[in-house]
């Protein structure tokens, strides 16, 4: 059951959505807190704890607003309305920015963090496009929240700009039938089940990604893939040709003229490894010597001929089974 313990910041009850909140997780225990940056007692956990720490919620006021400009799906990336997840991804890039405290965060002052963006866009009078979603997977919290629905329709207040998001669920049942305007994009994260199922536990299955982006084009969403993380595990050229094979096979017509790809090659991390050594020791390794180098302080990729020999592939692969699609870029 989740969450199973909530942890809050007591002025976060003075807005609606923590009265929402509140009354809804009624009977879950509720832990103030000083600061959802700071919770000592789950930030000296040890690291086979992380997926009991997933199961707690964590409720603040989101104090942070600074807008970090960003040139390629997305003009700004922008702080939101949670930080964190439930799931629990081998490599997410999340893990880097928050160790095992990567749980989810949901930020009550949604009224306020939206109308900054708004205003953010009269004040230029540009259609900028905001990257809502980049701490956190905002289909998954509007399962608690309703946050991403509410944002949506509100947004249509905006006379400028698009709202942009990823995500790797399929719980979208909820905002097709909004009044969304063409300017909200929607970017469905796939790779191969055997992928999925080995290193993004807690996340939807590949079918049911697939049909997710189905349906929000069907109601004129904006839609994109994101061909990431690209993980070259065993035998992952066979794993990604048939991944392409079924998006090709499972994508409506309407989706493949639509939707743009991103391919975003893995980067991992000396603070994945620890985690992931301690809370699934008996998972497939992701790091390996021989496959990558440093990149920064205490970060791994792909050699540069690994990574060239993957992009070739996965370029030409579009090429024959998804010509009608464009790759936006490659990193």
Known sequence: MFPDKIYYEPASLDYESGKFLKEKYNNIPWVPIESHNRIDELRTQPNKEFTNLKQHLVIGVRKTHKYVPNHKVSDFLVPYTSSGCTAMCHYCYLVCNYN???????????????????????????????????????????????????????????????????????????????????????????????????????????????????????????????????????????????????????????????????????????????INSEAFPSSDKLYSKELMTGRGRGKYCYRNDLRADGEHFLKTLIGEKLKEMSILYVV
């Open 100 to 274: 095992k405290c990567s749980y989810l965060r949901i930020f009550v002052n949604r009224e306020q963090m939206l109308k900054k963006i708004i205003d953010h866009g009269i004040r230029y009078e540009k259609d900028f496009t905001y990257e809502i979603g980049s701490n956190s997977d905002l289909v998954l919290e509007n399962t608690i929240t309703g946050n991403l629905a509410w944002t949506i329709e509100e947004f249509q207040k905006s006379p400028y700009g698009s709202l942009t998001f990823p995500t790797k669920f399929n719980k979208i049942e909820p905002l097709l039938g909004l009044n969304h305007g063409g300017r909200i994009i929607m970017r469905m994260s796939v790779n191969p089940q055997s992928i999925i199922s080995r290193f993004e536990p807690g996340t939807s299955n590949l079918n049911a990604r697939i049909s997710a982006i189905n349906a929000m084009c069907d109601a004129d969403y904006r839609v994109g893939l994101l061909i990431a993380p690209v993980i070259l595990t065993e035998n992952w050229k066979t794993l990604y040709q048939e991944l392409i094979e079924t998006l090709a096979e499972q994508l409506t017509e309407k989706a493949k003229k639509n939707a743009p790809i991103e391919i975003i090659f893995m980067t991992y991390s000396y603070v994945h490894n620890a």
